[in-house]
């Protein structure tokens, strides 16, 4: 294990707030827009353990991402897992951060290292600092983890080259514990003109829902589309059902539709 004990948190200021004060005030706007919205008694009554969020910066996907959080938020968990790739650095393989702590502008979360082990122990993943540090696929999820879930452990992982296979592995044995909820970062097309986008953004989301491995192999632009592959493979083999909980694009905030990315949330 490193003797590391702090993953500092790259990215306040540049994808999220850096005062938890701030983030309060947005997600005050966000509830407002919430309740606003047509809501799914159904939606709300079951339990889920697996979301897909965006990880862009707040004020482009904070709102989709708080969705997906807020349909997990009445359920106990022991840990929740983060699983993003990598953005900055070319990783071969799969890296899990051995730090004890992950700060956020709402305080340190306490990284499970007894679980890091655990999957060290049966998968083959290392640690490697530089990718993880600046890494916003999962920096962006932990202030809404530390917020929803105060006392949660989490484990961070990052992935960068790796084979469908390798992933669903992770995740069908990460699930197998009940007392585990699953985070699958990504975002999805980028930089097209809008309607470009939602052509594209439409055809991963029906690959999603109607369980159709080749559409989503074929149509995503998604950044994270090798953690998408590994857990539809996942609802498949499992027979699952994923439900969306919000979509957009930084075109709806920006009004500039001529260059978007596409953001997604959902929970399994």
């Not at 697996?50 to 862009?56: R, S, T």
């Not at 470009?196 to 632009?221: M, P, V, W």
Request: proline share 3%; aromatic share 12%.
């Amino acid at each position: 294990m490193s003797n590391l004990n702090i993953r500092e948190a790259g990215n306040r200021s540049r994808f999220y707030p850096r005062e938890s004060a701030q983030i309060e005030k947005m997600i005050e706007t966000w509830e407002h827009n919430l309740c606003k919205k047509p809501a799914s008694a159904e939606m709300k009554d079951k339990q889920y353990r697996i979301a897909i969020v965006p990880h862009a910066g707040y004020i482009y996907s904070g709102f989709t991402a708080f969705q997906a959080y807020k349909l997990l938020e009445n359920f106990i968990f022991k840990r929740i897992i983060v699983v993003g790739p990598s953005h900055h650095i070319y990783i071969n393989g799969i890296s899990i951060a051995e730090n004890e702590f992950y700060e956020t502008p709402y305080g340190n979360l306490e990284i499970d290292l007894e679980y890091v082990e655990e999957l060290q122990e049966n998968f083959n993943i290392d640690f490697q600092p530089d990718v993880h540090y600046l890494e916003h696929s999962t920096e962006t999820q932990m202030p809404f983890i530390k917020r929803m879930f105060p006392g949660i452990k989490v484990v961070e992982i990052v992935y960068g080259r790796v084979s469908i296979d390798t992933l669903y592995d992770l995740f069908e044995y990460i699930l197998r514990d009940k007392d585990n909820c699953l985070i699958i970062s990504t975002d999805l097309s980028h930089f097209h003109p809008k309607e470009k986008a939602n052509l594209l953004d439409n055809n991963c989301i029906r690959a999603l829902t109607t369980k159709n491995f080749k559409l989503l192999d074929e149509s995503s632009e998604a950044c994270g589309k090798e953690g998408l592959k590994a857990i539809l493979k996942y609802i498949i083999q499992n027979d699952k059902n994923v439900i969306i909980a919000d979509y957009c694009t930084s075109g709806d905030i920006t009004g500039d539709t001529s260059r978007v990315v596409g953001y997604l949330s959902a929970v399994i």
